[in-house]
């Protein structure tokens, strides 16, 4: 009877480690860097170019060299602004992929052709194209979609830009969003966030960027309500270490393309 029970206990601790194991198989690895391409444009037509660009062309070839989860994204308005944008976010394992993967993507692009490529000077695709370069937080969970039930079309993703004063003040912000907690508190409260990151190359710097989402603005606000009002971030925002680390506050509010995989 007690080899009896032990074998069933072997064979049921084996078949929970095997669901333990597929499922921490199952969960993609965070992305060692993320880069984020801002295309900047100023008419519709360079707008519907960009987005056929991407998802006919630039985002296959992109999966066919394993890189998967890129995210696309337009600020809400977009279509009235002056200076509209698409915002492409793409992870990488390594600095080696990103190195070998941009040098093939641009001669697959270069020798595929297409009205992106051969765009003329006198009727570009876009009127600049930004690159930031960022290494994601050490507290930052997998880059994965977020489980939103509202169509994209509704969906608000917002973006923020911390800039510091100064490179040591910058670390401090940085070390509030990780051994601080701020990130475990934005988890608790569902704020479906998609990546939390260091500038390393852009405009703005020192610069943290991150990226939430929500099923719509009203969920938006609900939630910044209730993240204001939480005791854990009152008494986080209040030590006397972590006052003053952030110097300019830029806010981007963002919907996912019908595209987008995140």
């Avoid at 993967?101 to 876009?126: C, D």
């Avoid at 830009?161 to 409260?189: P, T």
Wanted: cysteine-free.
């Amino acid at each position: 009877m007690k080899q009896l029970h032990f074998l069933i206990f072997t064979i049921l601790l084996s078949v929970g480690l095997g669901r333990e194991n597929a499922a921490a198989t199952a969960l993609p690895a965070r992305p060692a860097y993320l880069e984020l391409k801002v295309y900047h444009l100023k008419t519709s037509r360079q707008e519907a170019l960009i987005d056929s660009f991407l998802q006919h062309q630039y985002m296959p070839v992109l999966r066919a060299a394993g890189i998967t989860t890129i995210g696309v994204f337009k600020p809400i308005g977009n279509d009235t602004a002056a200076d509209r944008r698409i915002y492409v976010l793409t992870p990488y394992k390594s600095w080696k992929q990103w190195e070998k993967v941009s040098q093939e993507t641009t001669t697959k692009l270069l020798s595929a052709g297409g009205a992106y490529v051969n765009a003329a000077h006198t009727a570009p695709a876009y009127s600049r194209l930004e690159t930031v370069f960022i290494k994601p937080f050490e507290q930052m969970a997998s880059l994965t979609a977020p489980a939103l039930g509202a169509p994209k079309a509704e969906r608000v993703y917002e973006l923020r830009s911390y800039e510091g004063a100064s490179e040591k003040i910058f670390r401090n912000k940085v070390q509030m969003f990780n051994a601080g907690g701020e990130i475990k508190l934005f988890a608790r409260l569902g704020f479906n966030a998609i990546f939390y990151g260091e500038v390393l190359f852009g405009a703005k710097m020192p610069n943290l960027l991150y990226m939430t989402s929500f099923a719509n603005m009203q969920a938006r606000e609900a939630h910044w309500k209730a993240f204001g009002n939480d005791q854990e971030w009152k008494k986080l925002s209040s030590l006397p270490e972590y006052q003053n680390n952030v110097s300019h506050i830029d806010i981007l509010f963002l919907h996912p393309t019908e595209y987008s995989e995140l």
